[in-house]
């Protein structure tokens, strides 16, 4: 069983995509051979990732063509599902066909319809967890056991629950998907249906994009379930050296670098920018945009602002004076700008994959949580990892100008904070390189499943 054959499905959002292709590539370099699925819309954008892949890895479309990503969220979630699962049937049964059967098929959240196909099809398969394990365990707490107590929370403010392997946590804590309203919208039900399909496995396995000083409690809080931490999945160059050519995650593709940044950055005094970034799904109100530039412009710190295409700049009052001040631009190089000398801090909306970026470089963040996993994800860094501070809201949920210059201040200023922040930053290689704690995990993990099917 030296050839095991791996499929690997993952929703196309960005937050998916990127751990998923860094997955992809680091089984394939450790010999397997590995089809990566995805949305046809998002490969069609992942030229450069798709044209020279390394050996092994090979990329194969769902169809989406009827359906909008930026369109309504939950309508693309579950519309999906029909199409991707006439196609992931059959690229199961054609390469069982040729001969080449898939030997396990590891696929992420909301696409639970993936486990079940292959379960269908007598085929073993792992659930990868994209997002935090301090976020699988709050679901995990939410949906057994605990759900009247965070209920609670939430209709209350002054309260807080305590949760095993997770810190104290308040309402504005919670990922927006627990506080709705409504919570058999979005991931809650989907969460449940993953949970569902682990609880039937023998031995249940989940890997999951962190690693083992990172979340120490939190991967090994739920008895039953067998967390395989093999983060931080970020592109090798930037992390563990063995592919110095390995620069680009999936969404770098999806701009050109025609931005004359890294010039900038280089005429800056070290650890003295700020940058501001709010991922590829966030789009700031106007007031909230308003209100950053002016905190920006009380800060007097040079900043660079990644302002997405849809969110440009020229409505901005003092646009004039925040070009004088900083840059502006439509896209960047994300962890090539963070592990730039240059940078002091990062405001983030504290999306998983920033953060974990942010842990990589040794920069402390700001955090700016705007929904999904960001409020818990913006918890961990500032009152677990100690790497950074989160900006309060008014009554209205603005963060208000005064408020963002205090915080970029005290992390830019913070000593602690930057020392911690190159202590996660040193553990974070640790455990990427070959023989460190993530390393050595994923290949338990390709062992144990070559046990299996042997078995």
């Known amino acids: 069983m030296d050839d095991l054959r791996v499929l690997l499905v993952t929703f196309p959002g960005q937050g998916f995509i990127n751990p998923s292709l860094q997955l992809a590539k680091r089984l394939a370099a450790m010999g397997l051979t590995v089809t990566f699925v995805t949305a046809a819309s998002a490969l069609n954008r992942m030229a450069k990732a798709t044209a020279t892949p390394p050996a092994g890895l090979t990329f194969a479309p769902l169809s989406d063509t009827d359906l909008d990503l930026d369109g309504d969220f939950e309508t693309y979630v579950t519309e999906l599902q029909r199409p991707g699962s006439e196609a992931v049937a059959e690229i199961i049964t054609s ?57 609670e929370i939430i209709s209350d403010p002054s309260l807080f629950v305590d949760l095993p392997g997770l810190p104290r946590l308040h309402n504005r804590d919670l990922p927006s998907f627990i506080q709705a309203s409504n919570v058999n919208s979005g991931p809650v039900p989907l969460v449940r249906e993953h949970l569902g399909a682990v609880a039937t496995e023998r031995n249940p396995k989940i890997l999951v994009n962190s690693f083992d000083a990172l979340e120490p409690e939190a991967l090994r809080v739920i008895e039953n379930i067998d967390f395989v931490a093999v983060g931080p999945l970020i592109p090798s160059a930037f992390l563990d050296g063995k592919d110095p050519s390995d620069t680009s995650f999936g969404g770098d593709l999806f701009h050109n670098k025609l931005e004359n940044y890294m010039e900038w950055l280089n005429s800056k005094p070290r650890e003295s920018v700020v940058y501001v970034s709010f991922g590829s799904l966030v789009v700031l109100s106007d007031q909230q945009k308003e209100e950053l530039a002016r905190g920006l412009l009380e800060s007097r710190r040079p900043f660079l602002w990644v302002m997405r295409g849809s969110e440009k700049g020229e409505k901005l009052s003092r646009k004039e004076e925040l070009e004088e001040l900083g840059m502006m631009v439509p896209w960047c190089s994300q962890v090539e700008v963070l592990q730039h000398p240059s940078l002091g801090c990062f405001v983030s909306h504290c999306g998983w994959n920033s953060t974990v970026e942010s842990l990589v470089s040794g920069v402390p963040v700001v955090g700016f949580p705007q929904w999904s996993d960001q409020a818990t994800n913006a918890k961990l860094v500032e009152d677990v990892w100690m790497t950074g501070k989160t900006v309060g809201k008014n009554e209205e949920g603005v963060a208000e100008s005064g408020e963002i210059k205090r915080c970029i201040e005290m992390v830019m200023e913070g000593e602690e904070m930057r020392r ?15 023989g460190g704690s993530s390393d050595l995990n994923l290949k338990a993990f390709v062992a144990h499943v070559k046990a299996e099917i042997r078995g």
């Open 95 to 151: 390469a069982a066909g040729r001969g080449q059967p898939f030997n396990l098929v590891v696929y992420t959240l909301l696409l639970p319809w993936v486990g079940q196909i292959a379960g269908s099809l007598n085929l073993p398969s792992t659930f990868f967890w994209v997002q935090p394990a301090a976020l699988f365990g709050l679901y995990y707490h939410y949906l057994y056991g605990y759900g009247d107590a965070i209920r």
């Open 420 to 434: 911690n922040a190159k202590k996660w930053k040193d553990l974070a290689k640790e455990a990427a390189i070959e």
